[in-house]
C-alpha cells in the first residue's frame, strides 16, 4: 500500500477533484470516450503541483469554496451531489475562486487528449509519436504549372540580383 | 580567473556561431565558442513521449520566462504586444524553429531606393547568394526549383510532402489565381549527410527527435568541433572587454560552476541574437565607452525588428491529417510579397501555410474560442473541431524605427546578476494596415479552400522569435553600428554575426540570411586576416 501522507491533496480532496474532472469531461454517451475523473489525471495534477508550479493554491482553494457550496446545498462534498446537480456548482464557485476552473480546464484538456485511452477513443494509436513517425502523401504538385505560367513575380532593382 | 589566449571567441552556438566557427576552423586558429546553454540529449525530446503537447507550455515553452530552465535569462517584455522567444543551447533557438527556410528577395536590399523607407543594406542579394548556396549544403533545404517567386536556386532534397491539408489549401490559392510553391525547409526528407529522414512528427518547433530537422547541433557543430573548434558549454558571457588600445581583448563569462573566468581573445565575435547581441553590448560599459561597447552612434539596440504575425485558422468539414508532418513547412505563398502602394502599404508579406494541431492543441484552441466547453457538449465540441484545422500565419515586414529598443532593465537580472534585457516596442502604423490586409486575404482563401469557419490573431503574441536590426549594418559610422561585413565600426575586433545585423527585416524567416551572413563574414576574415587589424 503507498504512503499518500506525502501528496499535496489528502483522499478526500482527491475524491472531490476526480469529480470534478468527470464534470469537466464526462464520459461520451457512446462509452468510446472516458470521464477525466477516471483517468487518473488527479495525479498529473498533483505532480504539476509538486514541480513548484503555482497550481496548488488555486485548486485548494476552489476545492474549499466548492466543498461550502456543496453543503449550502445539503450535500457533505461536491462528489456526493448528483451529476445533474454539479455543473451548476462549478459555474457558482467563479464568484468565489475565480482562478479555479480556467486553471483546471487548461490541465485538464492537456492532460486529457494525452492519455493512451482518450487517443484509442479517437482512432489514434496511442503511443508517442517518435520513434514510429507518420506517413504522409506527397500531395499534387501538379497545379503549380499554373503557378509558373504566370512568369517571374520578384521585383528587378536594376542590379545584377540573380 | 584568466586563460590561456585564443584567436578568436565566438559568444553563441546558435544559429550564426555555428555557422561562422566551421567556415573559420580552416585557417587553424584557436577559436573558442561560448554557450551558456548544454548539448540536448534528443532521446529526452518532447515527441518521445505522450504529453509531447504539454510540453510546450513546460520544458520546450517559446518563452524564456516560462520554461524553467537554469540556462535562460529573463526578458522583460511586458513594453511588447509580441513577446520574446529563444532558446539556448547548442543550437540555439535552431532547437526550437521552424525550419522554413526561404531567402530573401533581391528587393529586400533595395528597401530605400525602392520605396523610398528605411535603408538600404551595403549588400545585395547577388553578392549574398553564394553564401546561400553553401550554407544549403550544409543544413540540407528541401525544396522544389522553378519557383516564380525568387531568383533561380536549387534545392539540395526533394520538398516535404503537403499531405492531404497541403492539397485542400492549395486548392485556394489556385482557385483565387494566387502564388503558392512548397516550402524551402531545413529538413532531411531524404537521408542526408548522416541524418535520418523525417518522418512527420509533427512539432518541429519541439525539437526534432529523428534528428532530421537542421538544428546546428546536428549539422555545423559536429564538423566544427571535429575541425578543432572549442565549444564550451553553461558558460554565460557578462561581458566584453577593451584594451587601452580600445581593441576587445576578451570577455568574462561564468562557467558551469558559477566561476568567473576572462578568455582572452584576438577577436571577439557576436552572436547571441537581436536581443541577446545588444544586451551584452550594453552591458560592456568602459570609461571609452560609458553608454556601451561599440555605441558611438547611439543605436546599439535601437531598431528592433520583430516580424508581426497574423494567424488564420479555418475549420473545415473534412478530415485534413494535419497533425502530420513538420508543422510549419508546406508551402509558401508570395502573393502578397511585393510593395504594391495601392494596399494602402509599402512592403510585403509571405503567407506560411501552418499545419494542424493534435488532439491536446485542438481542445485548448476549442477551449480559448468556446467552441470546445466543458461538461455534456465536450465531445460533440471535439469532434467538430478535431482534425479539422489547418491555416496559415501571415509574416509581414517590419520597418526599423528608433523607438522599438533593447535596453537594460533597471531591476530585472539573471541567475549570476547581469542585467536582463527589457524589451520597448510598438506595430508601426504601416505593420498594422499590412497585418489587417494580411488576415482579411487569408480568411478569402482559407474560404476559397472551403473552411467554413476562420479564427484570426493578430498580431500572434508568442511570436517574438525573430530578432533583428539592434546593431545594424551600414557604410556611415553616425547611422550604423558595423561595417557591411559585421565589423563594429568602434572596435575593429569585435564583428556581430547574428540578425542584430539587419538593415530591414524582409518578410521571411531569417535564419538562412543570418547564416549566409556569418558565412560571408568569416570568409571576410579569412581573406584579410594578414590586416585585418591594421
Request: aromatic share 8%.
Amino acid at each position: 500500500m503507498s504512503d499518500d501522507s506525502s501528496r499535496p491533496f489528502a483522499s478526500d480532496q482527491a475524491q472531490e477533484l476526480a469529480a470534478v474532472l468527470d464534470t469537466l469531461i464526462p464520459p461520451s454517451e457512446d462509452g468510446r470516450m472516458p470521464g477525466a475523473g477516471a483517468l487518473g489525471l488527479v495525479r498529473r495534477l498533483e505532480e504539476i503541483c509538486e514541480a513548484g508550479a503555482d497550481l496548488r493554491p488555486i485548486l485548494e482553494g476552489g476545492l474549499t469554496a466548492l466543498s461550502a457550496l456543496a453543503r449550502e446545498r445539503g450535500a457533505g462534498s461536491f462528489a456526493g451531489l448528483c451529476e445533474d446537480e454539479r455543473p451548476a456548482l462549478l459555474e457558482a464557485v467563479g464568484e468565489h475562486a475565480p482562478a479555479f476552473v480556467p486553471t483546471l480546464l487548461f490541465h485538464t484538456y492537456a492532460g486529457y487528449y494525452q492519455h493512451p485511452k482518450v487517443l484509442e477513443g479517437l482512432g489514434l494509436p496511442a503511443r508517442a509519436p517518435f520513434p514510429q513517425g507518420y506517413p504522409l502523401e506527397a500531395g499534387d504538385l501538379g497545379p503549380l504549372e499554373r503557378v509558373q505560367a504566370r512568369g517571374r513575380l520578384w521585383r528587378e532593382t536594376g542590379e545584377s540580383d540573380a | 580567473m584568466s586563460e590561456e589566449p585564443v584567436d578568436v571567441v565566438v559568444i553563441g552556438a546558435g544559429a550564426a556561431g555555428a555557422a561562422f566557427a566551421w567556415s573559420l576552423a580552416e585557417t587553424r586558429m584557436r577559436i573558442v565558442c561560448l554557450e551558456q546553454g548544454d548539448w540536448l540529449d534528443p532521446s529526452t525530446y518532447p515527441t518521445t513521449g505522450l504529453d509531447w503537447e504539454a510540453r510546450r507550455f513546460g520544458d520546450f515553452g517559446l518563452s524564456p520566462n516560462g520554461r524553467g530552465r537554469p540556462e535562460d535569462y529573463p526578458v522583460n517584455d511586458t513594453g511588447s504586444p509580441i513577446q520574446i522567444s529563444n532558446f539556448n543551447a547548442v543550437g540555439g533557438s535552431t532547437i526550437l524553429y521552424a525550419a522554413h527556410f526561404p531567402r530573401f528577395h533581391p528587393s529586400d536590399f533595395r528597401v530605400h531606393s525602392l520605396d523610398g523607407v528605411a535603408d538600404d543594406w551595403p549588400l545585395d542579394y547577388a553578392e549574398l547568394a553564394p553564401w546561400y548556396d553553401v550554407n544549403a549544403e550544409m543544413m540540407g533545404v528541401a525544396g522544389l526549383a522553378g519557383d516564380p517567386a525568387g531568383p533561380p536556386k536549387e534545392p539540395t532534397l526533394p520538398p516535404v510532402p503537403l499531405g492531404r491539408m497541403g492539397d485542400v489549401l492549395a486548392r485556394g490559392f489556385d482557385s483565387l489565381g494566387w502564388h503558392w510553391w512548397p516550402s524551402d525547409s531545413a529538413i532531411a526528407t531524404v537521408e542526408y549527410d548522416g541524418r535520418a529522414p523525417c518522418i512527420n512528427l509533427g512539432p518541429c518547433i519541439s525539437a526534432c527527435a529523428q534528428g532530421a530537422k537542421a538544428s546546428t547541433d546536428v549539422t555545423y557543430w559536429p564538423k566544427a568541433v571535429r575541425a578543432g573548434v572549442e565549444l564550451r558549454t553553461r558558460c554565460r558571457v557578462r561581458e566584453i572587454t577593451v584594451g587601452d588600445d580600445g581593441l576587445a581583448d576578451g570577455v568574462i563569462y561564468y562557467d558551469a560552476d558559477g566561476v568567473e573566468r576572462h578568455q582572452r581573445a584576438e577577436i571577439v565575435v557576436l552572436a547571441c541574437n537581436g536581443v541577446g547581441t545588444p544586451r551584452l553590448l550594453l552591458n560592456s560599459c568602459s570609461a571609452r565607452f560609458p553608454d556601451g561597447l561599440a555605441n558611438h552612434s547611439g543605436l546599439v539596440g535601437k531598431n528592433l525588428m520583430f516580424h508581426p504575425y497574423g494567424m488564420v485558422t479555418g475549420i473545415f468539414d473534412e478530415p485534413l491529417e494535419s497533425y502530420k508532418g513538420p508543422n510549419g513547412c508546406c508551402f509558401i505563398s508570395q502573393e502578397f510579397y511585393e510593395t504594391d502602394r495601392e494596399r494602402g502599404f509599402v512592403r510585403g508579406y509571405s503567407f506560411e501555410i501552418v499545419r494542424g494541431m493534435g488532439p491536446g492543441s485542438t481542445a485548448l484552441l476549442g477551449l480559448a474560442n468556446g467552441s470546445v466547453p466543458w461538461g455534456a457538449g465536450h465531445h460533440a465540441g471535439f469532434a467538430e473541431l478535431w482534425d479539422r484545422t489547418a491555416g496559415m500565419v501571415a509574416i509581414c515586414e517590419d520597418l526599423p524605427e528608433e523607438v522599438n529598443t533593447v535596453t537594460l532593465d533597471p531591476e530585472l537580472s539573471d541567475s549570476d546578476g547581469i542585467p536582463a534585457p527589457k524589451i520597448t516596442y510598438r506595430l508601426s502604423e504601416n505593420s498594422q494596415r499590412m497585418l489587417e490586409h494580411s488576415v482579411a486575404r487569408g480568411q478569402e482563401v482559407l474560404e476559397a479552400a472551403g473552411a467554413k469557419q476562420t479564427l484570426v490573431t493578430a498580431p500572434l503574441g508568442i511570436a517574438g522569435w525573430h530578432l533583428m536590426g539592434t546593431a545594424r549594418m551600414g557604410t556611415d559610422p553616425s547611422r550604423s553600428v558595423t561595417d557591411p561585413w559585421g565589423r563594429c565600426h568602434d572596435v575593429r575586433n569585435l564583428f556581430v554575426i547574428d540578425g542584430s545585423v539587419f538593415v530591414t527585416a524582409a518578410a521571411v524567416n531569417p535564419t538562412n540570411t543570418i547564416q549566409a551572413l556569418a558565412l560571408r563574414t568569416a570568409d571576410y576574415i579569412k581573406r584579410n586576416l594578414a590586416t585585418l587589424l591594421d
